[in-house]
């Protein structure tokens, strides 16, 4: 039984460190989406990191990434389309998740 117990361990503790990693690289995500998103309104210094920072908080609304993209599309005007806030959101999780491994 020990080497079931060691293999069930070892199993919870990978997908609870892969759940933390994900959770790291959604919220950088959605950090570096803030800050896109500031760019386009104008905003730069702190105010562009306090609205980074509230689409951290988000998406802490709802499960998924509904309500961070219901934030930044309630806040950018027409000219950005929702295709290019989901472009953005893909793009910047994929750098996110590098950024998280290599930290």
Request: charged share 35%; hydrophobic share 40%; proline share 1%.
């Amino acid at each position: 039984m020990t080497t079931f117990d060691d293999r069930k361990d070892a199993f919870e503790n990978k997908f609870a460190h892969d759940e933390e990693l994900r959770f790291k690289a959604t919220a950088r995500r959605n950090k570096l989406l803030g800050l896109w998103a500031a760019e386009k309104l104008g905003k730069s210094g702190a105010d562009a990191e306090a609205y980074a920072q509230s689409v951290v908080l988000a998406d802490f609304e709802e499960p998924g990434d509904a309500d961070v993209f219901r934030k930044v599309r309630g806040d950018l005007d027409a000219s950005v389309t929702d295709v290019e806030i989901r472009t953005q959101m893909d793009t910047l999780l994929a750098r996110a998740i590098e950024e998280v491994k290599t930290q």
